[in-house]
């Protein structure tokens, strides 16, 4: 986590004051878990991974056997205690939790630098217990000294005009780029983020900016900070950057750079690094899982291998046994006169018949016929370890079957488990926000510029409708017909949903005007001279326009959560839904919140579990229009 990461993740866990801690565990060689118990919110942990991180997470990990010598420290010296404080120290990598009891106060420091520790220190700030032992060129981490911190950097969020000047006029021809990453602690992507937003050339020399440029970036960094300066919760956009297929970056707000990524948005910041640290985590217990699991497979092949051979050979050596025993009966009388003709020199000698490629040995201490039954009897011989060598390998086989059907999924291991709810594979567009029409037509809309752009480009036919608001700020809106014609009502119902997600629901207007083209009267080709910006497009010809009064319905239909307008048609397709009309005083985060709660409480008990996992916190929050909005009605 970068500072800025911390300063967000902060202003969230504000959220555990007068939490009391339950216990502490040590899952991890850097890592701790609070349990903690808060009077409204119930049974939390509070994950704390040294040179890392710090949220609670939602996810559970296998406690060790014995609890480690810092963890039963932590329990016996903070149990029962409260948290009265969570605070970052001057912008830097570095949490203070202050954990008050009956009979003493103490600070648990978790420094999530590099080279970290967690670290608890009394009232007069002496250390207690160190979870590592260390030693620095200007302090050391041990029981009994005085607790002092790494060496602080500047606070960009408390820096003023005057002295960001100053910082950069003494940067000795350091990039500007650079100077922001290190010297005030933004590291490299904020620090890039700062020099696109105030279009400066981030490799320019910090101490060759001009008075005007100095103060842009001042002006800048207040502004793409200013959830974290003013602890506004509810202007972070957290979410997760994703790369290809995989977890790229996790960020409190979005950035430029990446943009024209694909995003994954999250109720709150927490919920986001939560997600992001638990897969990496997942993919390493996984990846270790699978060493050890391929390493008792292999063991087993290999012995499976050795056991085939053996059983090979026992075949073989049974089968010339036989065979042997079998000659002598059958040539009696010419290996009589053989061995007649040899004399008795020796006691056991080795023959070849003619025409026969196969060696006998032959004890002339005894009859030939003792010799055959001695080759049965080694064949007897054979044939009960080649029995042997069968039960063994089908009790490895059977080994080998159980050691696969091991394998357990990652998520079974972070994760309680939950009955799965059993539904059809995700169609393309489910990714964004749709509805199918009364007439049986897939209608989608556009959640950003990004997916706006997607939509035309790859899924809009030359005969599909396209529609759209006057409004600025509003979603591209395609109705696959595929040229069939489409009647008055529907086309009234995707003009609803249209203006719906547009800044009219925002502005509070309960109607708009939304108009309608096919596809071939859509381009992304401007005229000579002119540029148009990402998510937007040119449309030419003939349109035909719709009043649409604005209305939406979030509901549950065959085990998914769909967004459609309210008509009377599309109520009656729904199981249950909440209708929503623009205004209202809750907050996106708390009306969301409102919604879950009612799907879970209107919810029979056996399905309840399953509606948890439909209508999730984040999924209905991207089903939510812009701006504020009330709950009209609701059924059932």
Not at 53 to 71: D, Q
Not at 225 to 241: E, G, Y
Request: charged content about 35%; aromatic content about 8%.
């Amino acid at each position: 986590m970068s500072s800025v990461d911390i300063a967000a993740i902060v202003i969230e866990l504000q959220e555990l004051l007068g939490a009391r801690v339950v216990k502490a565990y040590q899952p991890g060689k850097e890592e701790i878990r609070l349990k903690l118990h808060h009077k409204e919110k119930g049974g939390l942990d509070l994950i704390i991974e040294a040179g890392r991180r710090i949220h609670v997470t939602k996810y559970k990990r296998a406690s060790p056997r014995m609890p480690s010598n810092f963890s039963m420290f932590l329990r016996k010296h903070l149990g029962g205690g409260r948290i009265s404080q969570i605070q970052q120290l001057d912008f830097d990598r570095i949490v203070e939790i202050t954990i008050e009891r009956w009979d003493k106060k103490l600070n648990l420091i978790a420094e999530l630098l590099p080279r970290g520790n967690i670290v608890l220190i009394d009232e007069n700030e002496i250390i207690t217990l160190p979870l590592k032992r260390r030693s620095f060129s200007s302090r050391k981490i041990k029981v009994g000294e005085k607790y002092e911190r790494p060496p602080s950097r500047r606070n960009p969020l408390e820096m003023s005009e005057y002295d960001l000047m100053n910082l950069c006029k003494s940067s000795q021809d350091k990039d500007v780029v650079r100077v922001l990453a290190a010297e005030l602690s933004l590291g490299g992507l904020y620090a890039e983020e700062v020099c696109e937003k105030a279009g400066i050339d981030k490799k320019k020399k910090a101490n060759e900016l001009a008075t005007n440029e100095i103060k842009t970036i001042h002006e800048t960094i207040l502004a793409l900070f200013k959830p974290i300066i003013t602890n506004d919760k509810s202007r972070l956009r957290a979410h997760i950057v994703i790369d290809g297929e995989e977890k790229a970056d996790v960020l409190p707000f979005e950035l430029s750079i990446y943009e024209p990524k694909e995003k994954v948005f999250f109720s709150s910041f927490n919920d986001a690094a939560d997600d992001f640290f638990t897969t990496q985590i997942a993919e390493g217990v996984e990846e270790k899982a699978k060493t050890e699991h391929e390493k008792e497979v292999g063991k087993y092949e290999r012995i499976l291998k050795e056991q085939l051979d053996a059983l090979h050979e026992f075949k073989l050596k049974e089968a010339e046994c036989i065979k042997n025993g079998e000659l002598i009966y059958a040539r009696y009388t010419e290996i009589e006169d053989i061995l007649r003709e040899m004399g008795k020199k020796r006691k056991v000698v080795t023959l070849t018949l003619p025409d026969t490629d196969v060696p006998l040995e032959i004890d002339t201490s005894i009859s030939l016929h003792k010799n055959a039954s001695a080759y049965y009897e080694k064949a007897k011989v054979f044939r009960k370890k080649r029995k042997g060598v069968e039960h063994a390998i089908a009790a490895t086989k059977e080994k080998i079957r159980t050691e696969k059907e091991k394998e357990v999924r990652v998520e079974d291991a972070l994760i309680p488990k939950r009955k799965e709810v059993k539904r059809e594979k995700e169609e393309w567009y489910e990714r964004f926000r749709w509805f199918e029409t009364s007439d049986g037509f897939i209608v989608v809309g556009g959640k950003d510029a990004t997916t706006n752009e997607i939509l035309v480009k790859k899924y809009m036919d030359a005969n599909d409708l396209f529609f759209h608001t006057q409004a600025e700020g509003a979603p591209t809106v395609i109705a696959k017909t595929g040229g069939k014609e489409v009647s008055e009502d529907c086309l009234s119902e995707i003009a609803q949903f249209a203006a719906s997600y547009s800044n009219l629901w925002k502005y509070g207007f309960y109607e708009g005007e939304c108009y309608c083209v096919t596809g071939e009267q859509v381009s992304k080709t401007p005229p000579s001279g002119e540029y148009i910006k990402k998510g937007s497009f040119m449309v030419r010809g003939k349109r035909k326009y719709f009043k649409a009064a604005l209305g939406l319905c979030i509901g549950i239909e065959k085990n998914r959560l769909v967004a459609c307008p309210s008509s009377d048609s599309q109520k009656n397709r729904l199981d249950n839904f909440v209708e929503l009309e623009p205004g209202g005083d809750l907050e996106k985060n708390e009306l969301s919140k409102e919604i879950v709660n009612f799907f879970v409480d209107s919810a029979k008990d056996e399905k309840k579990e399953e509606i948890k996992q439909i209508a999730t916190h984040e999924k209905v929050m991207s089903f939510l229009p812009p701006g504020k909005s009330r709950i009209k009605g609701s059924y059932p």
